[in-house]
């Protein structure tokens, strides 16, 4: 048949209308981690479109058998899983027991020991992809027999990675197995390690340790930004309180010390450090959902960077002092550098003197071996600045009172002009995070987005902000409208505009085989989980979709364009065919 001219015209408004209904401003790409991990989260992307990812609980962790530890455990088929012959059901209960061994670590105490005793399994590593391939960052660790590969032993905090080939995290050390003859001549066996948490960065098979200034106790440093320069901004140990100093004198001592070896001693103190996360309103702002990032307030730490060669070498360590400096020990000097432009500066916040005995955290700049206050102002506290980019926009956020409650809101500063600007978000209520900004002025994060429900059960949505027109966008209306994720947060933005989000989604139940599960009517179980997403800029607009109170817009595509165009074409369909 062949078509009129208004037969043609009504297609391709239908077509057109069809296409600009359900345009989007991004388009969500999916990660290939179905095989690797059910929960994943994102940490970071960088302008080659490398992205690291934290996987949770991954699938298949090894068990070595030359140390497992089965006493206790609720096994229906022990003599087997002696073996190595598990059944799906023994494999979990063993999984789950070896990462609660490991889950101790940092936080252990007198009713929940870090048991030196056990293998460990992490319950989060770290990975990089492409998008189309994914690979282990090993960091510290190390491949051993009883594994028959890496131990995938160590939780991993990943962080941050320049060029693709650069990446910053933080580990544990390794664990390895210490015999020892106990005074009754028993045989012990120990599964420790040197040190609780410590920076690092991989280029390719090298890893280098971001060594703290004083490494007592093991020490602690994080790696928390890298830029292109290899500069490393984080945080390091410079010293200990006098009780783990009096308890590594014990440790030393052979009449003091209990039956056990010397590194079990040591191993014991900086798993028994005091942790803590309060120190800040919501430490998950700065350090995302799957941080373990704590204050140890049995070490004094300090602002740090560290500068690499390209190789990944270290070549110095720079440490910044606090706004407010003790004349002694003090636990309650909360001092970090969070991230660093190509300039050299970074910012973070810093413990400050206010009414001579108040202690709060204010942004803060460090430059050129100088710390100082971002905003003057004694009534703009606490305050955390947590971005930086290289046109010296600051952004961070600030607690600030509304409706007579403290609100987390999220700020802007401007070095080139001294303007800081609060951004409301939402609503006047909506707590706000920035967790990344890109050299375009765009900044993403999460914030608050219905203010009709109680602050604590408010949803979460992941936002973009653009400095340059000052506009807010809910990150879920720039999608498609029939995109089954919802954006809960967006963790990076790369300067191609290039967004690494973490998404709600319903999938199946997988054990920890990586086995879909299915219920008592053979169908799939469905969970509701997060994952990591790419969003990549299409340069649509933003789809027409509707709206909802709940955060997240009603996905009807292109249904009522089309509903009013179907007619028209239907009478032209049947002028054509009545007439030829």
């Known amino acids: 048949m062949k078509r009129t001219p208004i037969v043609s015209a009504l297609l391709l408004a239908l077509v057109g209308a069809i296409n600009n209904a359900e345009a989007a401003s991004y388009e969500v790409q999916t990660l290939p981690f179905d095989t690797i991990s059910q929960e994943y989260f994102a940490a970071s992307i960088d302008n080659t479109g490398l992205m690291l990812i934290t996987a949770r609980d991954a699938f298949n962790p090894p068990i070595d058998l030359s140390i497992l530890d089965l006493n206790g455990a609720p096994l229906s088929d022990p003599d087997e899983a002696a073996q190595g012959n598990f059944n799906d059901f023994d494999y979990q209960v063993v999984v789950e027991r070896l990462r609660g061994a490991a889950a101790t670590l940092g936080r252990a105490s007198v009713q929940f020991p870090a048991d030196a005793r056990f293998q460990k399994l992490a319950s989060e590593l770290a990975y990089k992809t492409d998008g189309t391939d994914t690979s282990y960052i090993f960091g510290f660790d190390q491949e051993t027999e009883g594994t028959a590969g890496f131990t995938f032993a160590l939780d991993t905090r990943i962080t941050d990675s320049v060029f693709g080939s650069h990446i910053v995290g933080n580990m544990p050390a390794p664990f390895f197995r210490l015999d020892y003859?106990?005074?009754?001549?028993?045989?012990?066996?120990?599964?420790i390690n040197d040190f609780l948490q410590r920076g690092f960065v991989q280029v390719g098979d090298n890893v280098t340790a971001l060594l703290p200034p004083n490494i007592e106790a093991g020490g602690y440093s994080e790696a928390y930004q890298i830029n292109e320069n290899f500069q490393v901004a984080g945080v390091s140990?410079?010293?200990?309180?006098?009780?783990?100093?009096?308890?590594?004198?014990?440790?030393n001592d052979d009449e003091q010390r209990a039956d056990v070896p010397v590194e079990a001693c040591v191993f014991s103190i900086f798993n028994q450090l005091d942790f803590s996360s309060d120190y800040i309103p919501d430490a998950a702002a700065l350090y995302g959902p799957q941080s373990g990032e704590t204050r140890a307030t049995s070490l004094e730490l300090?602002?740090?960077?560290?500068?690499?060669?390209?190789?990944?070498?270290?070549?110095?360590?720079?440490?910044?002092?606090?706004?407010?400096?003790?004349?002694?020990?003090?636990?309650?000097?909360?001092?970090?550098?969070?991230?660093?432009?190509?300039?050299?500066?970074?910012?973070?916040?810093?413990?400050?003197?206010?009414?001579?005995?108040?202690?709060?955290?204010?942004?803060?700049?460090?430059?050129?071996g100088v710390t100082t206050r971002l905003v003057d102002d004694d009534e703009?506290?606490?305050?955390?600045?947590?971005?930086?980019?290289?046109?010296?926009?600051?952004?961070?956020?600030?607690?600030?009172?509304?409706?007579n409650a403290l609100r987390n809101k999220m700020f802007v500063f401007d070095r080139n002009t001294n303007e800081n600007r609060v951004v409301q978000g939402f609503f006047l209520g909506s707590a706000t995070y920035p967790r990344a900004m890109n050299n375009n002025n765009i900044v993403v994060g999460d914030a608050e987005s219905n203010e009709n429900v109680t602050a604590q059960n408010r949803p979460r949505v992941g936002f973009m902000y653009d400095i340059n027109s000052d506009t807010f966008?809910?990150?879920?209306?720039?999608?498609?409208?029939?995109?089954?994720?919802?954006?809960?947060?967006?963790?990076?933005?790369?300067?191609?505009?290039?967004?690494?989000?973490?998404?709600?989604?319903?999938?199946?139940?997988?054990?920890?085989?990586?086995?879909?599960?299915l219920d008592d009517a053979g169908e799939e179980r469905m969970f509701d989980t997060v994952i990591s997403v790419k969003l990549n800029p299409t340069g649509n607009p933003p789809a027409d979709c509707g709206e909802t109170d709940n955060g997240f817009r009603e996905r009807q595509g292109a249904s009522i364009t089309f509903w009013l165009v179907l007619p028209l074409l239907i009478i032209a369909l049947y002028r054509r065919l009545k007439f030829s």
Request: glycine share 4%; with cysteine.
């Open 473 to 517: 966008t809910n990150l879920n209306d720039l999608l498609p409208c029939d995109s089954p994720y919802k954006i809960i947060s967006a963790t990076d933005i790369n300067d191609n505009n290039e967004i690494l989000a973490d998404a709600f989604v319903s999938l199946p139940f997988k054990n920890p085989r990586g086995v879909v599960q």
């Open 181 to 191: 003859v106990d005074e009754n001549g028993e045989d012990q066996i120990f599964v």
């Open 380 to 403: 703009f506290l606490p305050s955390y600045a947590t971005q930086i980019n290289d046109n010296n926009f600051i952004v961070g956020f600030v607690a600030q009172r509304v409706n």
């Open 237 to 251: 140990s410079i010293g200990t309180n006098d009780v783990i100093q009096e308890r590594l004198t014990i440790c």
């Open 302 to 368: 300090r602002p740090t960077i560290w500068q690499l060669d390209a190789e990944g070498n270290l070549l110095s360590t720079q440490v910044y002092d606090s706004l407010h400096e003790p004349d002694e020990f003090s636990a309650f000097n909360y001092t970090r550098g969070l991230d660093i432009n190509n300039a050299g500066t970074m910012v973070g916040f810093s413990t400050v003197l206010v009414d001579e005995n108040a202690l709060p955290q204010v942004a803060a700049v460090f430059e050129n």
